[in-house]
């Protein structure tokens, strides 16, 4: 009867899938990942083997790619996952078995050539997470042909120098972005200033306004907050605000009702705070 298999061997999917996340016994894990007829529960039991023989040869003879590939992802041994590269038939596996291998390559020479030269932009994104050549870095920024491998390495910058020359320079807007982000706001105030007054794309704009300091470009603050056309950019410009007399220009002069309303409340708690409380 149903009622008194054990949860592992319930028909109901749910049910078993409770049971195998809970699960510790590595031979009943075992048989799960082998014999389940549902792969998403073959799945969750292989991630959570530790027999190397058995993830091999569930990685070679699943009839799922997925189940292949998720096995793929828990081998250590290195020569096997370079014969799954070389040798299975579905192209998924093999990439799952390339990723495997660079996430456990450390020569960075190797690194290097698959982050620039591998067809397939998620192997060359995880390639990009292990090196350290700032100038390949630089070079993969800006010329990989996918944004996120692009991104990746932009993420994986360190030299501020070279992140600065970046933002002069790539015309990318997703890596620009990446790279005002990383900007160091206590060395490149005049480059985030310039960018925050003319860059065309608004996301850019807003974080670059972000790490502004306030105290050192209210004019400019005031500028954007009145002349930008920006949903945020306006508005994050406008809470940076501290003189009143710029506030009550932009909320009489602002045509956008939010930054002006915004800025109105602002001025409205600044004159609460400066204006001596009477003695009663």
Not at 20 to 35: C, F
Not at 93 to 112: C, H, P, S, T, Y
Not at 127 to 142: G, P, S, T
Not at 193 to 208: C, G, L, M, P, S
């Amino acid at each position: 009867m149903e009622l008194f298999k054990p949860k592992r061997k319930q028909s109901n999917r749910n049910v078993r899938l409770v049971a195998v996340k809970k699960l510790e016994d590595q031979d009943l894990l075992a048989d799960i990942a082998k014999n389940d007829k549902d792969k998403w529960i073959r799945q969750i039991a292989i991630e959570k083997l530790e027999d190397q023989q058995l993830l091999a040869n569930i990685a070679k003879n699943d009839k799922d790619k997925w189940v292949r590939a998720t096995a793929v992802d828990h081998i250590e041994d290195q020569k096997l996952l370079i014969e799954i590269v070389k040798t299975d038939k579905n192209k998924d596996v093999r990439r799952a078995a390339r990723e495997a291998v660079v996430k456990k390559l450390e020569d960075q020479e190797l690194l290097a050539d698959i982050a620039k030269n591998d067809k397939d932009e998620d192997v060359r994104r995880a390639a990009v997470r292990k090196l350290e050549d700032q100038r390949l870095l630089i070079e993969i920024a800006k010329t990989d042909k996918d944004s996120s491998v692009r991104e990746k390495a932009v993420e994986k910058l360190k030299d501020q120098k070279l992140l600065a020359d970046l933002v002069r320079n790539v015309k990318d807007v997703d890596v620009l972005w990446a790279a005002v982000e990383k900007l160091d706001p206590t060395k490149w105030q005049d480059l985030l200033a310039e960018i925050a007054k003319t860059d065309k794309d608004e996301d850019v704009r807003w974080e670059a306004v972000k790490k502004l300091d306030a105290e050192k470009w209210q004019n400019i603050m005031a500028s954007i907050a009145k002349n930008d056309k920006g949903e945020f950019v306006d508005i994050d410009a406008g809470e940076k605000l501290k003189g009143q007399k710029l506030s009550a220009d932009i909320a009489k002069n602002d045509k956008e009702f939010y930054v002006s309303e915004y800025v109105k409340e602002k001025l409205k708690k600044l004159k609460n705070k400066l204006t001596p409380k009477s003695k009663t």
